[in-house]
């Protein structure tokens, strides 16, 4: 009896999918670590949040290994290699939030931080559905739905990092302390336009093939 030898063929929007848990799952690794802060702590959620991204990668490694070796996609290649890129990068911006407090060794946790984080998860929670729904998007009614509400969120935590750093100039004089919040500020409002980014790939795509 012959072998069937037949590979099946790589389901992308499963990928995008597990990308998006990943998003959610650093997301909520730095939430919980914003909020149950211990800077003895910092080093080893610092290498667990590494851990995560190096999960994304290999993901990611294996999809390009498949896309360039099949002839037929779901959607354009560029398409897909795109929103790969977005997904990875929005988990790399979650996780420069911890690198960077481990590079300046922060202390303590200011209270506008733990608003920025809620935003993250809440965001990354929006992404996920969206993500969920990418595969249906000529069907269904709500992956639109998603990705607004991923933009809404954003222009949340743009109201918010304008508010942080207007708080921060007005009220603090240590030069050490400005210079690592306004860091740390960017660093957190630059997770949310990783995901809007994201979410507008989505948007884009499905424009794009409907």
């Not at 914003?34 to 590494?50: G, L, Y």
């Not at 999809?63 to 897909?80: A, Q, V």
């Not at 990705?147 to 109201?159: F, G, K, L, P, Q």
Request: glycine share 0%; proline share 1%.
């Amino acid at each position: 009896m012959e072998k069937n030898t037949k590979r099946h063929p790589y389901d992308y929007f499963s990928y995008f999918v597990e990308c998006a848990e990943l998003v959610g799952k650093i997301a909520e690794f730095l939430d919980d670590a914003i909020n149950h802060f211990d800077p003895r702590k910092v080093s080893d959620w610092a290498r667990d949040m590494h851990h995560i991204e190096n999960e994304a990668d290999n993901l990611k490694h294996e999809m390009i290994k498949r896309l360039s070796r099949e002839f037929i996609s779901p959607i354009e290649r560029e398409d897909i290699v795109a929103l790969a890129e977005k997904l990875d990068s929005s988990i790399d911006t979650v996780e420069d939030v911890m690198q960077n407090i481990y590079i300046h060794n922060v202390e303590a946790i200011r209270s506008e931080a733990v608003t920025f984080t809620k935003l993250i998860v809440k965001c990354s929670h929006a992404l996920l559905e969206a993500t969920r729904e990418f595969k249906n998007f000529k069907k269904s009614r709500t992956v639109i739905e998603h990705v607004i509400e991923v933009n809404t969120i954003e222009s949340d935590a743009d109201r918010l990092f304008t508010q942080s750093m207007r708080r921060l100039f007005t009220e603090e004089t240590d030069a050490r302390t400005l210079l690592i919040w306004s860091t740390m500020f960017n660093t957190l409002e630059a997770c949310l336009d990783a995901f809007e980014d994201t979410a507008d790939i989505i948007e884009s795509i499905i424009m794009k093939n409907t």
